[in-house]
T-cell receptor, first 109, second 111 residues
Framework: KNEVEQSPQNLTAQEGEFITINCSYS?????LHWLQQHPGGGIVSLFM???GKKKHGRLIATINIQEKHSSLHITASHPRDSAVYIC???????????FGSGTQLTVLP | DAGITQSPRHKVTETGTPVTLRCHQT?????MYWYRQDPGHGLRLIHY???????DKGEVSDGYSVSRSKTEDFLLTLESATSSQTSVYFC??????????FGNGTRLTVT
């Protein structure tokens, strides 16, 4: 069963482009997380959302609870944004997570 | 920032040997998790803990055990390592209404 689906799986962009990564889910959630993982690196939490929109620098995350959909946008993309972006759902009282398979983003100079 | 440290960072071991990975946190958080990350599977929950001596299984718990005798330490043990347990292991802590915090990972190779 796939409770969370990310798209696209791979994305290549030119520096400066506006990027959108999508996350759709099929279950009730308490929160949705966007995570970033650089090659060979650790995992960093970018956003935790339960409604609406959040912005941090060039990154914007939105969530539509009714449509069970979230997007991560990167404005003015840069090669250092190249990473895997992972959507994760918070479910249940133990705050266990269900993870998407990730989107591999490559930004070319 | 939540202090979370995993050790060792890298480990090579032989099939059949026991291995223990350690996750240490400095923030006194209640919830701690062990995940493994494999190509094509993403992150999968092995075990989690919701307090001292309180642990439960995740989706891929076979072959693993955990212990939490102190709030700050969550240990993951492979009683008899197999090649299928070659993976990158991440520890994470969860704070209510706050983002997750992950350790830097342990790369385990079972030969």
């Amino acid at each position: 069963k796939n409770e969370v689906e990310q798209s696209p799986q791979n994305l290549t962009a030119q520096e400066g482009e506006f990027i959108t990564i999508n996350c759709s889910y099929s279950v009730g959630i308490s929160a949705l997380h966007w995570l970033q993982q650089h090659p060979g690196g650790g995992i960093v939490s970018l956003f935790m959302l339960s409604s609406g929109k959040k912005k941090h620098g060039r990154l914007i995350a939105t969530i539509n609870i009714q449509e069970k959909h979230s997007s991560l946008h990167i404005t003015a993309s840069h090669p250092r944004d190249s990473a895997v972006y992972i959507c994760a759902l918070s479910l249940g009282s133990a705050r266990q997570l269900t993870f998407g398979s990730g989107t591999q983003l490559t930004v070319l100079p | 920032d939540a202090g979370i440290t995993q050790s060792p960072r890298h480990k090579v071991t032989e099939t059949g040997t026991p291995v223990t990975l350690r996750c240490h946190q400095t923030e006194n958080h209640r919830y701690m998790y062990w995940y493994r990350q494999d190509p094509g599977h993403g992150l999968r929950l092995i075990h989690y803990s919701y307090g001292v001596k309180d642990t439960d299984k995740g989706e891929v718990s076979d072959g693993y055990s955990v212990s939490r005798s102190k709030t700050e330490d969550f240990l993951l043990t492979l009683e008899s390592a197999t090649s299928s347990q070659t993976s990158v292991y991440f520890c994470a802590i969860s704070v209510y209404n706050s983002p997750l915090h992950f350790g830097n990972g342990t790369r385990l190779t079972v030969t």
